[in-house]
């Protein structure tokens, strides 16, 4: 009896640990998830009513008809999409734009070219996402002081430089102390804006009619042109949803679902009807309907934690940017960049500080440019819109093909979705000339380095196949006229464990000898897991005596680790002390050829990506003073 008590009372523990991981597993998807999304009330609404007044008066007939469609966006983009259906849609439990391309790719055949090339341009958008949103966030927090007193206008955009360079400065920092308070910064947030917008909702509660979809549908029939521009920035309401899937892997299914339906909805729909009841009362508090929710005593504090909460935002994507980075080298779609791991217990915690201050420099370029949010607004979206339509793309694919659902049940899920996300697409598209062209242009230029580098890396590995040679060939010459052998261990890294690596070749045509022991080491990725599990990681080939084969595999979001590699073979039995052991590494000198397959310039382009990737040893965390390197000229 008392066993059974004792027993009961430790599953009453377990319970207990597991709620409580769970409602923090929710706050913290509240604080990184939402972060982004949560703070489109700052600007959303007040562009949106702006575009739907034309220039004139603000009519109830525009009020209710952006609400309505902002509602109804969220319902459909947000919830329907992402929370019921994409979340779902997970690679191992990860997701992403990679993980979802990926996934199709695992059974795709002839459309394989046509996945890479969406799962490229979706990358290639969310860079343009990444420098928009720190702008656009910061600038329409830091704006909130011009109500307290215009003197403030002229320090704008200086206040907003700062908090942006000192927020890319302590990235090398990184985020995994940071990150435990903006699950806490955040709810705080969430409660303001739903408590800010009930307020007014109790003053005038007929602004709820605007849940009716109607009012939506019949402003953009209506208004024909207009509605669509309008239809544009409604969409900044949404910008931020894709976040929810991406960052899949670190908080799971369940609590980004909870945290969204049973607190982050509701918050961001009461300060919307909140804002919407307060135009409706008022039209000329629509200069900032957002900040004009709140008592003239809680503006310095809104302006405050609404900073506060666009740098969760901005950190949440510049993150988000160091993740695509590394999954995109690991794919052989960028060059190596140096990734620096900034925690011990959490590997998604990285650093890319290439990647860092390139994104600094868009987004100082970006504030200066454009100057203000509302500015921003027009080319906020586009990179979004694109990103979204990809992403449902993709999601169609896996859905028929991977998840084998009926066709007829595919197209009736995923073309009404297509459809809105176009319609939002064309509206953001109608503002090139605004400043759309911007986060275009952004997408373009990371979308040609991507495409060169994978032809280039394409052509440069059909080159080194064809003058390489069959280890198993120079095997049987070596056994058949032994050279000289020497104590210790050779690593020789080879992208093929089949070839002999350049670096073996050039130590027995110089040096005439062999190491007691060889081992040629090949890396490489899993196009289709996020994640190798530790026991499948090392695959070992003892064929022949001569030398030892070894195949290290990992999944896409993961970084190589030699050390690590070679305690892996120790589990398998082989021993490798890494002190008395020496690396030999190729290192290639390319050079333009008048024989190329490519342009001149994307040859030069290719060269230049080249010499920007990270060094092999630091790259692979290879111990500096056991590391030999041969370099060959290559002429491309």
């Not at 955009?157 to 308070?181: C, D, E, H, W, Y």
């Not at 990371?446 to 040679?469: H, K, N």
Request: hydrophobic share 50%; aromatic share 12%.
């Amino acid at each position: 009896m008392a066993h059974s008590k004792a027993t009961d009372a430790s599953h009453d523990a377990d319970d207990r640990a597991l709620d409580k991981r769970f409602w923090l597993l929710v706050v913290g998807a509240i604080g990184v998830v939402y972060g982004d999304i949560g703070t489109s009330p700052l600007y959303a609404f007040r562009e949106a009513v702006r575009a739907a007044s034309g220039g004139g008066a603000t009519s109830s007939e525009a009020v209710f008809g952006v609400l309505s469609l902002i509602f109804w966006a969220l319902v459909l983009i947000v919830t329907l999409k992402y929370v019921i259906v994409l979340l779902r849609a997970d690679n191992k439990g990860e997701g992403g734009t990679f993980a979802l391309m990926a996934l199709g790719l695992t059974v795709a055949k002839r459309t394989s070219p046509l996945l890479l090339g969406l799962g490229v341009a979706g990358a290639s958008f969310f860079y343009g996402d990444a420098v928009l949103t720190p702008a656009i966030s910061v600038l329409s927090a830091v704006e909130g002081l011009m109500l307290v007193s215009p003197v403030f206008e002229r320090w704008v955009v200086p206040l907003a430089l700062v908090i942006i360079v000192a927020l890319f400065a302590v990235q090398s920092r990184g985020t995994a102390r940071v990150a435990q308070f903006f699950g806490p910064l955040t709810v705080v947030w969430f409660l303001m804006l739903g408590g800010g917008g009930l307020a007014h909702v109790v003053d005038n509660p007929t602004v709820l009619a605007a849940l009716n979809p109607w009012y939506g549908l019949g402003f953009l029939v209506s208004h024909g042109l207009l509605g669509l521009t309008v239809f544009g920035f409604v969409f900044l309401a949404v910008t931020g949803a894709e976040a929810l899937y991406a960052d899949l892997g670190h908080f799971g299914r369940k609590p980004i679902q909870v945290a969204w339906v049973g607190f982050v909805f509701p918050a961001l729909m009461l300060n919307y009807m909140g804002q919407g009841a307060l135009v409706l009362e008022d039209a000329s508090t629509l200069d900032n309907p957002f900040y004009r929710l709140y008592p003239e005593w809680a503006l310095v504090p809104m302006v405050i934690l609404a900073t506060a909460a666009t740098v969760v935002a901005s950190q949440a994507v510049i993150t988000g940017a160091f993740s695509l980075a590394r999954q995109a080298i690991q794919l052989g779609l960028l060059p190596r960049f140096a990734v620096r791991h900034t925690s011990e217990e959490m590997a998604g915690q990285i650093y890319l500080p290439r990647v860092n201050w390139l994104l600094l420099i868009g987004v100082v370029f970006t504030v200066i440019t454009f100057k203000s949010s509302s500015n921003l607004a027009s080319a906020y979206g586009v990179s979004v819109t694109a990103t979204l339509v990809i992403n449902s793309l993709v999601a169609f694919f896996v859905l028929w093909k991977y998840w084998r659902w009926p066709l007829w049940k595919v197209a009736a899920l995923m073309v009404p979705l297509l459809v809105v996300e176009l319609t939002f697409f064309a509206a953001n598209a109608m503002k090139f000339f605004e400043g759309a062209w911007f986060p275009v242009f952004v997408a373009a230029v990371l979308g040609l380095i991507m495409f060169t580098w994978m032809r280039g890396y394409g052509i440069l590995s059909r080159m080194t196949r064809r003058d390489e040679t069959e280890l198993d060939w120079l095997v049987r010459r070596l056994e058949a006229k032994p050279p000289a052998r020497v104590p210790g261990t050779a690593v020789f890294l080879s992208a093929d464990v089949n070839a002999a690596p350049t670096a073996l070749m050039h130590n027995l045509k110089h040096n005439r000898v062999l190491h007691e022991r060889n081992v040629v080491l090949s890396i490489s990725t899993d196009t289709s897991k996020p994640r190798v599990a530790r026991h499948e990681r090392v695959h070992i080939d003892r064929s022949n005596e001569m030398f030892t084969r070894v195949v290290a595999t990992y999944g896409f979001m993961e970084s190589p680790n030699i050390p690590k590699i070679l305690e892996g073979c120790r589990r398998k039995d082989l021993n490798i002390d890494i002190g008395a052991t020496s690396f030999f590494l190729s290192r290639r000198s390319l050079r333009p050829s008048s024989k190329s397959e490519m342009p001149r310039w994307q040859t030069r382009l290719f060269i230049w990506l080249t010499r920007t990737a990270e060094d092999a040893t630091t790259y692979f965390r290879i111990p500096t003073d056991r590391v030999v390197e041969v370099g060959t000229q290559v002429a491309i």
